[in-house]
């Protein structure tokens, strides 16, 4: 192996146990583990192709799709989870004459 600057960043410090710098901050959890893991088992089930659309019944291959399917449910049972964005409406423009 290459000695000097020129080695990749993780090889050249590979000997040395640097410790990321501990914080003493609360930080509240978005999701409840219950949330993680519906959503978990929905990705797991998109991927073997079982997750099926709400309404249509197709089946979801988009993750983010997957990801609200899983929220939702999680939702149902009453997990810990944000509400769902609110959708936006086209606002009106109004045309002076």
């Known amino acids: 192996m290459r000695q000097g600057p020129h ?8 000997n040395l146990k640097l410790k990321a710098p501990t914080l003493n901050i609360f930080f509240m959890a978005k999701y409840s583990e219950a ?9 797991k089930r ?14 979801v291959t988009n993750p983010k799709q997957a990801i609200a ?3 939702s449910e999680a939702r149902e ?4 989870a944000p509400p769902p ?3 936006s409406t ?3 423009t109004t045309r002076s004459r």
């Open 35 to 43: 949330a993680q893991q519906n959503v978990e088992s929905a990705m």
């Open 69 to 71: 399917i899983g929220l």
């Open 7 to 14: 080695l990749h960043k993780r090889m050249r410090f590979h």
């Open 77 to 80: 049972k009453g997990a810990k």
């Open 90 to 92: 086209a606002k009106k």
């Open 85 to 87: 964005p609110k959708k």
């Open 46 to 59: 998109m991927e073997k192709g079982t997750l099926k659309s709400g309404r249509s019944g197709k089946k």
